[in-house]
């Protein structure tokens, strides 16, 4: 049996308008509001990753937080 994934509840706050184009696309689309909201961000995060400055953003901020980190464990 494949182990469940471990899922954190995130409140989201949007103007009315975005709300009710989300609800109204989620029900076009047949899916919950969550679902097109969870896929979005898939999305999103998806992009950032094939982004290359992005990317080298994201490698600045790993060394810096493992000079943070190694300067901690002293």
Not at 13 to 36: F, K, N
Request: without cysteine.
């Amino acid at each position: 049996m494949p182990e469940r994934e471990e899922k954190k509840a995130m409140t989201l706050r949007l103007p009315g308008d975005t709300a009710r184009d989300l609800e109204l696309t989620a029900q076009v689309d047949g899916v919950t509001i969550s679902d097109a909201v969870r896929e979005a961000v898939e999305t999103h995060i998806r992009s950032r990753r094939e982004d290359g400055e992005f990317r080298e953003r994201l490698r600045r901020s790993v060394e810096e937080n493992n000079e943070l980190l190694k300067r901690l464990a002293r």
